[in-house]
């Protein structure tokens, strides 16, 4: 197939979906692959590189989307305004794979299907152990989980790690990781790294083994959570009485962290506040709040995306994007995900195979044929699954049948 990759149009997004390293992989199995010119050099890679691993840059956005196949980071619906416009160069047929929000944006996917191209969505990917070298979730995550302790570690007046000196001791800081997903782990081992003590909480108790093993201490609430995440493995809404038990106990641990590293996002919805305004007037001056969920609202009520916010002296840091701001490594992941996902959708010729059998082509295939075929976004958008639609035979028989009922019995 021919592969083509345009440069993100998403003001500050500074990934790529393919490096030079993977059209390596791509061309043994037969593929070619066309990259806009420059789509690489703000994550660190020139089109000379892709050139070097038999790529062809284009000049021309439009003659990429000749191409059988388009990978993006952020697909139309994950960048609704810039990505209205490769909308309209979409074709029939076409294979599209991305980020696209749709859990969020399933009136994007219904545009997707307008187009009449087959659109996957990589952050649907299911959580199943042969799908992990896909999960492009996990993989930003860990980038994530990683710069968010540098950005709180800039922004903190305190040094983490302890030092003992001629000049006296210096005290480490104290990090609360509220949230033990791939985010949350991350930030753990990152902060442990620089030398802080950490704590860590999560509403799954079964996490436990997973945070004290990287050195952190687990914070025990009374406070029963019952299933906290779906047959998907992500996480789930709680009740908000459940969140209000949640906050009451979890006042005084926060008031004693000098910085607090949020990481509880539920797909497709609003973000639970776990950090009220209350808890942030009761933290030291000085700390420093880092909201990984910002995007969604934020984990605490002061938070706002993409701004730096002070009160009663703390710093609060709602950044929406951390992964593009470590592009070169966030590109070679996110790479990785994608080369193994076209693996897994096509045969050994390299063509593609389609199975709606397979979990993972029907867990990350929004639209096919015109239609949007993915159950949740169907139910999002108020619409049966295509294989619930009655043929227009039985529709019509149905209705002769109604028509017939309602008539008076002459008898």
Not at 336 to 354: Q, R, S, W, Y
């Amino acid at each position: 197939m021919k592969i083509a990759v345009p440069k993100e149009t998403l003001p500050g997004e500074r990934r790529v979906a393919l490096i030079p390293d993977s059209l390596t992989a791509l061309g043994k199995s037969g593929h070619t692959v066309l990259v806009e010119a420059g789509a690489g050099v703000e994550a660190g890679f020139l089109d000379e590189q892709y050139v070097a691993k038999g790529g062809s840059i284009a000049a021309d956005r439009a003659d990429l989307f000749q191409a059988d196949v388009i990978l993006q980071v952020r697909g139309y619906g994950a960048n609704l305004e810039a990505g209205r416009a490769d909308l309209e160069l979409m074709r029939p047929g076409q294979v599209v794979i991305a980020m696209m929000d749709p859990l969020s944006e399933p009136a994007a996917v219904k545009a997707l299907a307008e187009r009449k191209v087959q659109a996957f969505a990589m952050e649907l990917m299911p959580r199943i152990t042969r799908a992990q070298s896909m999960d492009v979730l996990s993989s930003m995550a860990t980038v994530a989980g990683y710069k968010a302790v540098l950005v709180a570690a800039t922004h903190s007046p305190r040094m983490f790690p302890m030092f003992m000196t001629a000049a006296g001791t210096v005290t480490p800081a104290h990090v609360l990781i509220i949230g033990a997903g791939v985010a949350g782990l991350q930030a753990i081992s990152a902060a442990r790294r620089l030398g802080a003590v950490v704590y860590a909480y999560d509403v799954r108790p079964a996490v436990k083994e997973q945070i004290e093993s990287l050195g952190a201490k687990f914070v025990e609430m009374e406070i029963e959570a019952g299933k906290s995440e779906d047959k998907g493995g992500y996480a789930k809404a709680m009740g908000e009485e459940f969140y209000r038990k949640q906050r009451e106990l979890m006042a005084k641990i926060v008031a004693e962290s000098h910085v607090v590293i949020t990481t509880a996002a539920i797909p497709g919805k609003k973000s639970p506040v776990l950090i009220t305004k209350e808890m942030v007037a009761g933290m030291m001056p000085g700390s420093v709040i880092v909201d990984l969920a910002a995007e969604r609202g934020g984990n605490c009520e002061l938070t706002k995306m993409d701004e730096t916010v002070v009160a009663h002296g703390v710093t609060i840091l709602g950044p929406s994007n951390l992964a593009a701001t470590i592009p070169f490594h966030a590109s070679q992941m996110y790479a990785k995900n994608l080369v193994t996902f076209i693996k897994e959708i096509t045969d050994k010729e390299g063509a593609l195979a389609i199975d709606l059998e397979n979990e993972v082509h029907a867990g990350t295939l929004l639209t096919r044929d015109g239609a949007v075929v993915h159950k949740t976004i169907l139910e999002l958008l108020g619409e049966a699954p295509p294989a619930e639609k009655k043929p227009k035979a039985d529709e019509a028989a149905d209705q002769s049948a109604d028509e017939k009922k309602s008539e008076p019995d002459e008898k």
